[in-house]
C-alpha cells in the first residue's frame, strides 16, 4: 500500500488468507500477506482472482469460493457506506489531508453515505506492530543459518559460519528487528511484550469488527506523509517508521 501510495499506482493487500504464501519465504508468519502493484485497480483485480484460493500447502488459506472480482468494478457506488476513522485523521500532512477530502467529495457526488466511525485502540497500533513483527521476524530468520538456508560460506566452524551466513544475508533493518524480536521473544519477557501484544491486537480487530456493523468500507489516506526523496530516511531508522 506504501510504495503503491508513494508511486501513484494500485496496491492490493488481501485478506489474510486470501493468497497462498507457500514458497514465499516468511517475515511475520501471522501478519504476511501476499498482494501486487498494478497500474490499475482492474489490473489488481485480475491478478487477485489469479492468485487467489484455497491451497493444500498453505494451512491459512480460506476454504471460500474466490469470485470474480473484475465484475465488481463497474457497479455503482450509489448507497455505499463509506465510514472515516476519526483517528486516521490526525497528524496528516496538509497536501495528504486536500487529496483526501477531496476524494471524499468525489464519493459523495457518486452517492455514497460517508459516516465518521471510531476505532479507539489505533492508538496502539504502532506499538503493536513493532513488538509483533519483530518477534516473528526473530523467529522465522533463525533458520537461515548458512547451512539449511540462506547463502553458503566457506568457515571453518559452526559459529563462523552463522555470522557469515547472517551478516551478508540480512540488511541493517532486518537485524535490528531481530534484536528487538529476540529480546520480546527471551525468558522472563515474552509474557510482558508479544503475549500482551497479541491481546491488545485482538482489542484492534473488534475495533474493526463493531465499525463493520455500521459501514461497508473504510475510506483513509494510506500514509500520513507525502512520497520522501529516495535515501533521505536511511540515517535514522525512527524518521522511517514515523511516515506510517
Known amino acids: 500500500r506504501q510504495p503503491a501510495s508513494f508511486c501513484g499506482i494500485t496496491g492490493m493487500k488481501n485478506t489474510y488468507g486470501r493468497v497462498s504464501r507457500y514458497g514465499v519465504m516468511s517475515m511475520a508468519s ?12 482492474e489490473d489488481a483485480a485480475i491478478i487477485l482472482k489469479t492468485m487467489a484460493g484455497h491451497d493444500a500447502l498453505d494451512g491459512t488459506t480460506l476454504p471460500d469460493s474466490v469470485p470474480n472480482f473484475t465484475e465488481q468494478l463497474e457497479k455503482p457506488l450509489k448507497g455505499l457506506k463509506i465510514g472515516v476513522p476519526k483517528e486516521y485523521l490526525e497528524g496528516l500532512n496538509p497536501k495528504v489531508l486536500k487529496i483526501f477530502t477531496s476524494a471524499l467529495d468525489q464519493a459523495k457526488k457518486l452517492g455514497c453515505v460517508i459516516k465518521e466511525v471510531s476505532l479507539p485502540m489505533t492508538a496502539h497500533g504502532l506499538a503493536v506492530y513493532y513488538i509483533i513483527c519483530p518477534s516473528e521476524v526473530s523467529a522465522n530468520m533463525a533458520r537461515y543459518d548458512g547451512i539449511r538456508f540462506g547463502p553458503k560460506s566457506d568457515a571453518k566452524n559452526l559459529i563462523d559460519a552463522y555470522v557469515e551466513a547472517r551478516t551478508k544475508g540480512f540488511g541493517d533493518e532486518v537485524k535490528r528487528r531481530i534484536i528487538i524480536g ?8 515474552i509474557d510482558a511484550y508479544y503475549k500482551q501484544a497479541l491481546k491488545i491486537r485482538t482489542l484492534i480487530i473488534r475495533d474493526f469488527q463493531k465499525a463493520f456493523e455500521e459501514i461497508d468500507v473504510l475510506f483513509t489516506p494510506t500514509t500520513p506523509n507525502i512520497a520522501f526523496p529516495i535515501g533521505s530516511k536511511n540515517s535514522d531508522p525512527e524518521d522511517s517508521r514515523n511516515i506510517f
Not at 504476511?32 to 498494478?38: E, H, P, Q, R, Y
Open 30 to 41: 501471522s501478519l504476511d500477506t501476499i498482494g501486487a502493484l498494478s497500474q490499475t485497480p
Open 182 to 189: 529476540t529480546y520480546t521473544l527471551s525468558a522472563g519477557y
